[in-house]
């Protein structure tokens, strides 16, 4: 059934669940998480264990890897990453996942290597990352402990979120423009020809190839398995050939096969004419004219044996078995399972019978008519799709009040409005039904709210509608957001909470969401494109204490550092300590705090590690205000009006000149043509290309600025860049500063409340320091500036450049002082 190859004397070892067995023993089902097909070399598909050479499907998730044409196979057995409102454990079990190990990994307890470049081999626990040989993994104790992330890891038990109608990609927030359409009907066309390259290989004449369909609903899709049989084959043979194919592992003697003619799979009408072709001959399939197409049908019983699973009642059995027969009901079910679970006593109104389809995308719960005939239901779902009647289970559940709650983030509102204001607007844009919805959070500065919602189609409906939506020409966007119970967090655990920006630095940001989802609890992992760094501080906001991960350049750890600074308050843990993964051009600040000069791919679990035992420092941070003076003189009547004040946030530097107007050079070129600036290596080129532009200028900036230091007239000299810097490192590491000792000048820190203030004299110069021959020219240190500018001017901040218009520019000290995590040096010299 699914090609696992076994030596005989290794046979009574084999502990490998067979794909056709493997959906009865998950213990709790949960849908894959599928990403947009790709192409993954040296991996193993799960379902049929065949290589994946042609386009395939991995589990954003967890590590399952399958063909497009076997996805339907696979069982729904993700990890389980929160609790779906109605199961409640604490203690967690290693989830274990065959295969697709590095050749060089090593069993935990033989230490002998376990994995293959060959074929499916070795197991991997998807929480703690333990590795064993399948003989060896049964051996292990069952309880996960998560390994050396634990601390580190959102526990699964904490987070909430009633997931019923969101796909998988909603509930984790995977944005959906790197979505293809996966549609049921797009896996259709992929099943079809999937299969036909497995089996027309065969040029046998002897052979011949049927196409097999396993229910009304193949038929309505026209989604087909081909099988090859001798032509001679008796009939029993291609019903054996034919379970096969669909992964059932039932006894062929109750199946039979109906002939399908084109013209009935182009009709509409399939169910009716199901009872025409009943009669199906017996004995060869063999005739004089091959028939197009068949479809496999279960025979009618007279009595079954069904499983009862006995849901969440903590029961030690996981189900119980039934007979039934042509008059048993739902009810007289739910009646002959109490006493057998111990709960005779019971009243028979308090339980339910719900029928759970485990599909690999989308796991469907539905409470079953106490009156509805058991074997109806059964002959129903078998007609529908007998591959479907193999992944369906019946539950037996407790009616609980189960308090739905779905938690929408809405994000893209206008700032600065009441409550009142934005239900309002929120009522006129989305129609919301103000019974079932209600505003529970605001942040008026960003312009977002956060709905709680406890009707699931409502949900879904605004969640869809957001979409699609404009408020003053902002786009809106909405973010499901989990609910992390914060008192059931362990004491020791620091949770990390992780945002990627999948613009910066060579577009390595998709494989690192990807790596970190799959190292920690997905919801603990945060992509900024999707609604910025709000979700993901509203998610932690109850959590005592955690820690932040900004994977991004310098301008993206300055976007989650203001947004820190704007819902500080709102926190429980109002400082929280940023660790950097670099992934810009520049990464000044992660250069100084020892995160390196920017990501070249090292392995993530070891930048986790890193971030784990990193020291806590402290930075200071600088406001900038930009207030213009009287706009030109040139206006009419003086109507044109100045520019209204702008703030800025600073944390590395903020250049005026010849360093800003390189920055607006590299700007507009990487606006004009966005998709050649995918590597750092292109980038620093047009960085030189722009400045060999610039080598003739001669400017005098020290004429057009006046500046004062801490109150003092500072006299300039001659310059064409004023730079004022709070960290030791400029222009992708390049220190302006230098080291040589001063006695007018405190070294200076990142800590200490002091900007430098260094002149570059021009292009030439600029190239020096970058080299490394010479420092900029030291002016001044002090923590408060007032610039004066006397016509317009480019200025830079943290690498956003602008022309400033004439008029103001007053630095000084902001809040406190923020936490930065800094590698520690260990670390470095292994």
Known sequence: VCNFMSHEKCLKNVKIPCSCIAPSLVRVPVAHCFGPPGHYKRKFCTVCRKSLESPAFRCEVCELHVHTDCILFACSDCRQCHQDGHLDHDTYHHHWREGNLSSSARCEFCKKTCGSSEVLSGMRCEWCGILAHAACYVIVTPECTFGRLRNMILPPNCVQLFSRNFSKLHCFRISENMQTESDEDDDVDGSTQGSTKDIQISTDSSKQTLKIFDGNDAVKRNQFRLISVPRIA???????????????????????????????????????RNDAAEDSNLGSVFRESVPEAWIIRAKPKDEEVIRIYPAWLKVGMAYVSLRVNKDSTVQTVIKEVLPLLGRQTECLQNFKLVE???????????????????????????????????????????????????????????????????????????????????????????????????????????????????????????????????????RNCCPLLVFVNPKSGGLKGRDLLYSFRKLLNPHQVFELTNGGPLPGFHTFSKIPSFRVLVCGGDGTVGWVLGALEEIRHKLVCSEPSVAILPL??????????????????????????????????????????????????????????????????????????????????????????????????????????????????????????????????????????????????????????GSESDNRFEKPRIDDGLLEVVGVTGVVHMGQVQGGFRSGIRIAQGSYFRVTLLKPIPVQVDGEPWIQAPGQIIISAAGPKVHMLKKSKQKQKK
């Open 234 to 272: 008796k009939n029993e043979e291609v019903v054996e050939a034919a379970l096969r194919a669909y992964y059932i592992n039932d006894d062929q003697q109750e199946y039979e096969l109906q002939t399908f003619t084109q013209q009935v799979l182009l009709s509409d009408d399939v169910i009716n």
């Open 356 to 490: 759970v389809l485990m599909g690999s995308k989308q796991v469907q719960r539905m409470v079953l008519d106490n009156q509805e005939l058991i074997l109806n239901r059964l002959k129903d779902i078998r007609k529908t799709s007998i591959r479907q009647m193999n992944q369906t289970r019946f539950y037996i559940v407790e009616n609980s009040k189960s308090i739905v709650q779905v938690d929408l983030f809405v994000g893209g509102l206008p700032p600065q409005l009441s409550p009142e204001e934005y239900t309002n607007i929120l009522k006129e844009e989305l129609a919301i039904k103000t019974n079932v919805v209600s505003v529970s959070h605001v942040y008026q500065a960003q312009g977002a709210v956060v709905l709680q919602i406890s009707c699931f189609s409502e949900a879904e409906r605004i969640y869809m509608l957001v979409k699609d939506t404009v408020v003053n020409d902002k786009p809106l966007n909405a973010v499901v957001i989990p609910a992390v119970m914060a008192s059931k967090i362990p």
């Open 584 to 737: 810009g051009t520049g990464n000044d600040l992660g250069r100084v705090l020892r995160w390196g000069a920017g990501y070249s791919g090292e392995d993530p679990y070891s930048i986790l590690v890193s971030v784990d035992e990193a020291d806590d420092v402290l930075m200071d941070r600088w406001t900038i205000l930009l207030d213009a003076e009287e706009a030109a003189e040139g206006a009419e009547n003086g109507i044109a009006e100045p520019e209204p004040p702008k703030i800025v946030q600073m944390n590395n530097y903020c250049g005026l000149g010849i360093d800003a107007e390189l920055s607006l050079d590299f700007h507009h070129a990487r606006e004009e043509e966005p998709g050649k600036f995918n590597s750092r290596f292109h980038n620093k080129g047009v960085y030189v290309k722009v400045g060999l532009q610039k080598i003739s200028h001669t400017r005098n900036l020290h004429k057009d600025i006046k500046l004062q230091v801490d109150q003092h007239e500072v006299e300039l000299p001659s310059i064409e860049g004023l730079i004022f810097i709070n960290i030791p490192s400029w222009g992708s590491g390049a220190d302006l500063w």
